[in-house]
C-alpha cells in the first residue's frame, strides 16, 4: 500500500501552472455541456421517467458534479473526495442520474486527477480508502435500501432458469462490483502512472540541468588550466632568457676594458638571446589571439610563420647559450637505441626542455656554479622490472650564492609539468657538493603520478 501510493518519496509534484488552472476551467465547461446534453437526450428517450425531481433540479445535481473540476488539480485530494461523496448521495437518491456515462467520465477523472497530483501521498492514502468505502458502501446502500434489489428482483421474475454457476441476483450482484471495482482500480492505476510519469521528467529536468552545470564548470576548469599553462610557460620563458641576458651583459661590463672578444661574445648572447626570448613571447601569445576576429586576419602571416614549440632537440642549442665567462655548462645525449629521442612525443619534450631550462635559469640567478652537465636518457626498450622512460638532469658543482629572491613558481611548475604526465621530480643538493634537478617521464602512462621532494631554497 505504501509502495502504491509512494508515501516515502521525497519528491513533491509541483502545483499546476496558470495555463493549467485555465485549461481546468475550460474542461469543466464542457463536460458541463456535455452532461446537460447526455441528460436531455436520456429524458427525450423516456429513461428518466422514474426520476421525480424537477428538471431544472436533475440539471443542478448535473452541475454540481461538474464545477469542482475547476480546482481539480489545484485542490486534487478535496475534489476527489467531494466527487466520490456526490457519487455516493446521487446514487442513492437519483440512480438513472449518476449511471449517465458523462457523469461516470466526470468521477473516473476526479479519481485520476486526484492520484496525479496530490502533493501529500498520506493524505491521498486515507482519501482514497475514505473514497472506496464511500463507493462500495454506496453499491451495498442502494442493494439493500434503494431501487437496485427491487429492479434485480422484477428481472429474475422474468428470467425461467438461471443457465450459469450463478443465480440471477447473485450474478449481478458481482457483475456491479467488479464494474465498480475496475473503475476504481483503473482509475487509480492511471493516475499513479501520470505520478510516476512527472516523477521521472522531472528527474530527467534535473539531470539535464546537474549536466549542462558541470558542462560549464568543465568549461571553466579548462579555461583556468589554459591560463595556469599559458602562465607557466610565461614565466619559464622570460625568467630564463631574461637572467641569462642580465648575467651575460654583466659578465660583458666586467671584462668590456680587459677583454673585447670575451664581451664581444657575451653581448652576442644577449643579442640571441633576446630574439628567442621575442619569438618564444611571440609563438605563446599568439595562441590568445581570437583569429576569427577581423582584426586579427590581418596578421595571420604571424600565426602562420611562427616556429613550433622547442623540445629535447632544442636543449643543445639552450645549453650553448648558457655559456658565459666562467660558466661552462656541458650537453649529453644518452640513447638505449639510435633515434630514440625522436620518438618522443612533442607535449612531453616540451616539459622536459621546460625543466632544464628553469634547472640552467637557476644556476646563473642563485649559483655560484662553474661547470654544469645537462644529461638526457631516453630507454624505449624496458628489462629487468623497468619500463620505458625519458630523464633529464641537471647537475652543477655549485652552492647558493645568499638569500633567494625567488618566487618559488619555478618549483611549482617544474612539479606540475612532472604530474601532468606522471613523472617523477627529484630537486635538492647533493653530498658531494652542488646541486640537482632530475626529472624522469614514463614513456608508457602511470596511474598514480608521483613527485619527489625538493628543495625550494635554490629555485625561482
Known sequence: MRVFFDVDDPWTRPGPTRAECRFDVWVAVLFYLLAALSLEVARSMSMLTTVSVPIWAQHAVTASAVIPLVWRRRFPVTVMVILQLHLLVVS???????????????????????????????????????????????????????????????????????????????ATTLLVLMVNGAFFGGALIWGRSNWRGARRLAVMQAQAVTIEKQAEDLRRRAVVEERLRIARELHDVV??????????????????????????????????????????????????????????????????????????RDLPALVAQSVRPGFTPTYTLVEDTPGALDTVGAPLSLSAYRIVQEALSNVAKHSTAKRATVVVRVRRHGSSGISPYVEVEVVDDGSPCGATTGTGLGLVGMRERVTSHSGQLDVGPRLSGGFRVRARFPLEPQLVPTALTADPARMA
Not at 442513492?92 to 442520474?97: G, K, Q, R, T
Not at 468505502?133 to 431501487?147: D, H, R
Not at 651583459?249 to 648572447?269: E, H, K, N, Q, Y
Not at 618564444?280 to 576576429?293: A, K, M, P, Q, Y
Open 239 to 312: 625568467a630564463h632568457h631574461v637572467s641569462v641576458m642580465g648575467v651575460q651583459a654583466a659578465g660583458a661590463r666586467r671584462v668590456l676594458t680587459r677583454d673585447v672578444d670575451a664581451a664581444a661574445t657575451a653581448l652576442s648572447a644577449v643579442e640571441s638571446s633576446s630574439r628567442q626570448a621575442v619569438q618564444e613571447l611571440r609563438n605563446l601569445l599568439g595562441t590568445l589571439r581570437d583569429v576569427s576576429s577581423g582584426t586579427a586576419r590581418a596578421d595571420m602571416s604571424d600565426l602562420v610563420d611562427r616556429a613550433p614549440e622547442p623540445g629535447l
Open 92 to 170: 442513492v437518491w437519483l440512480p438513472m442520474i449518476a449511471q449517465q456515462w458523462i457523469m461516470l467520465v466526470v468521477y473516473f477523472l476526479a479519481l485520476v486527477t486526484g492520484m496525479a497530483w496530490a502533493q501529500d501521498r498520506w493524505a491521498l492514502l486515507w482519501a482514497v480508502l475514505a473514497s472506496l468505502t464511500m463507493m462500495f458502501g454506496g453499491t451495498v446502500w442502494s442493494f439493500a435500501l434503494g431501487q437496485a434489489w427491487e429492479q434485480i428482483t422484477s428481472n429474475f421474475s422474468a428470467v425461467r432458469q438461471p443457465q450459469g454457476l450463478f443465480s440471477f441476483a447473485t
